[in-house]
């Protein structure tokens, strides 16, 4: 059974750091995995897709790589800003099956 | 183009009761997946529609049901209400449900169960 862990649960950090996110799982038999963010009672917006092929997605400030042989991805946040803060979930597919998700990281940056 | 939408955005129930939940999918997706979220928790997959089938289903009991309409909207049932039922119910849309697909998700209904 897939099981997804994010460390750590929770992380605070002042304006401007850059920071870095982890996700891991179990099996290392995945379609594709998943970043989202998700802010206070609100649904989840997706920020990066990489397929089982890829390494690695950017999308501006954000970076997150995949290492499938030893399940483990990391997002990368540049430059932190206030409003990025919100909990951050990552989610693999694995065949025949729907999204896993990790509990997620509830990221604070303080001004 | 139109987001997923659901409705409504909150719901309070008492033990035993029962609910509907309903989301619209996004302009041209076919596809419907629902998910559980508790508080402090990921969410977890209850089932999704694709062309108005079940395609795949968690591990939730029965008294968990939906539906897909011929719109590809879709509803979700749950009778016999529980506390441990109380959570933010999501819903996401995509163009087919293939593992390539992304998931595009709704806000939510926040369902508290007394």
């Known amino acids: 059974k897939q099981e997804v862990t994010q460390i750590p649960a929770a992380l605070s950090v002042p304006e401007g750091e850059n920071l870095v996110l982890n996700c891991s799982f179990t099996?290392?038999?995945?379609?594709?995995l998943q970043w989202f963010r998700q802010d206070p009672g609100k649904g989840l917006t997706s920020l990066l897709l990489?397929?089982?092929?890829?390494r690695e997605q950017t999308s501006g400030r954000l970076n997150a790589s995949l290492d499938k042989s030893s399940g483990r991805s990391t997002l990368y946040i540049a430059a932190s800003q206030p409003g990025d803060s919100a909990t951050y979930l990552c989610?693999?597919?694995?065949?025949?099956?729907?999204?896993?998700f990790g509990q997620g990281t509830r990221l604070t940056i303080n001004p | 183009e139109t987001g997923v939408t659901q409705s409504p955005t909150h719901l309070i129930k008492t033990r035993g009761q029962q609910v509907t939940l309903r989301c619209s999918s996004q302009?041209?997706?076919?596809?419907v997946s629902w998910y559980q979220q508790a508080l402090g928790q990921g969410p977890q997959f209850i089932f999704q529609?694709?062309?108005?089938?079940?395609?795949g289903r968690g591990n939730f009991p029965p008294r968990f049901s939906g539906l897909q309409f011929p719109n590809y909207s879709s509803e979700l049932n749950v009778n016999a209400l529980e506390l441990d039922d109380s959570a933010l119910y999501l819903c996401?849309?995509?163009?087919?449900?293939?593992?390539?697909?992304?998931?595009?998700f709704g806000p939510g209904t926040r369902l508290t169960v007394l």
């Open positions: 996401a849309s995509s163009r087919s449900g293939g593992a390539e697909d992304t998931q595009y």
């Open positions: 099996d290392s038999a995945i379609y594709n």
């Open positions: 302009s041209g997706h076919n596809t």
């Open positions: 989610a693999v597919r694995p065949p025949g099956q729907k999204l896993v």
């Open positions: 529609y694709y062309r108005e089938e079940e395609n």
């Open positions: 990489i397929q089982s092929s890829q």
